[in-house]
């Protein structure tokens, strides 16, 4: 037996078969930049900056995201806004794109949740000076992909509440109590602080 | 037929026949890319044209336009001689293929081949053993190891199996009893009981076997294409070609694989007769197309099918395996024939 299958070479014209069987079967390539795979909601694409329903800037210009980010490319330059002492915003934000390795702990460091991140993937420019993202750049990103960026907050529980009001959401965000509560976001006692502990946290303040 | 009216039917052949073996070489890398595509679950050229019809057109037209770089330290003259060396024994050969049979077309009369030679295969294995001087010469004149150690590889093989390849066709010689192409297919007409055609491959089913491993080989194709194995040199003995240089090994290599198909055709699979008696109404180059497309898929099957042979196994199957065998199958053709004829 075994010498007839090495005289007719058997498995070599087994192999031959599978190959040609395999002619046959659907392929699975996808034609990229006319057809574009569907992409997750927690996807971490290109940075953007949220507004709020009513049009004002999320941002309160608190640098943590610029403390949060391991590679040291965000840049926020923080002032009063106009007319409203204590309230503060970012008077300039620059997020430097070429140097941002998407891990997404700036979104999770703010506090507001100003900060979401889109499903663009096609970043490609032909000038890396496009890339030096500033405020205005990621405003405008942040408005042409808003539904992106609520997806992305929503999927990764850092919703306060104020994008998607699902009950529960949020458990993974950075929590101001009182801004929360204030907000109608998240109640403190959903996040395990009792109404005491709240109250001398707004004493002291 | 005068001087003039012969000369001109001549060289109408060459044009088109060159042409048909040129668009054949360009859609035989099309084909090669698609077929190993759709093996691997994949589309292979999809952009240029309609199902990337247009491909190998774009291919010509970017090598066309790419820079010639000849490296420092490369022997020029023969740098530049090299892919022409080897190109034009893939072409020449072309002119003993019989393509058709004898045909009359606008009162002028055609053989149906450039030149019936009566010694047509000696002449195409003499001019394709002249192929492997391109193939070494390139590898050493380009002054790089890789290059150089794919041109030895490939000289070391051509040679092994090139004995091979003509015992194998020795015993399709021996029972149509001629060297010349057009007598070999004539000789393959008829059939067996109405239904068998009187094919070669039928009493030489050895020897095709052989012939076609012999074939492959003889190409530098997928397994056996350790001159130019790319994970180990580069691209053999054209690593250091580029532009029109590199296309015309490209064409080399192609051509060279068309020819053997196509001789595989015509000694086994009877050349341009029709199978059966009823199909003869199709012309027969039609039919030696569709034999020699058919071998010409078996090509690209076999290179999505096998990984590479190393190199000490190809020289023991080349020597230790073909060569006997096809030294057996030539005395058993040899002694049926001559109790036949007795
Ligand atoms: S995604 Fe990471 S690297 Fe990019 S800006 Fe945010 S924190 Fe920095
Ligand atoms: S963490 Fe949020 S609110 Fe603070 S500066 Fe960054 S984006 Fe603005």
Redesign the interface.
Known sequence: MGLIRNIFMTELLMGLKIVFMQMFKPTITLQYPHVKHPIPDGYRGLMSLLRYEDGTERCVGCSLCEAACPSNCIKVVSDEVPGQPLVRYAREYYLDITRCIFCGFCTEACPVDALAMTKVYEAAVYDRRDLMFDKAKLYELGERYLEDGKAYLTHHRMDDGTLHPVEGLGDNRYHFPAVDAEHGGVQPEQIGLTAEALEVEETTR | MEIGSMVAVTLVQIAVVMGVVLLTVAYMTYAERK?L???????GP?EVGPWGLLQPIADGLKLFFKEDIIPSGANKIIFAVAPIICLVPALIGFAVIPYNGSFTLFGLEGGGVISDLNVGLLYIFAVAGMGAYGVILGGWASNSKYAFLGGLRSAAQIISYELAMGFSIVGVLLLSGSLSLVTVTEAQAGTWFGFIPQWNIFLQPVAFVAYVIAAVAETNRLPFDMPEAESELVAGFFTEYSGMRFSLFFLAEYGNMILVSCLASILFLGGYKAPLPILEFIPGFVWLALKTWALLFFFI??R???PRVRFDQLMKFGWKVLIPVTLANLLVTALGVYIYNN
């Open positions: 077929v595509s759709f093996m691997q679950d994949r589309l999809m099957w076999i999505g099918t096998y």
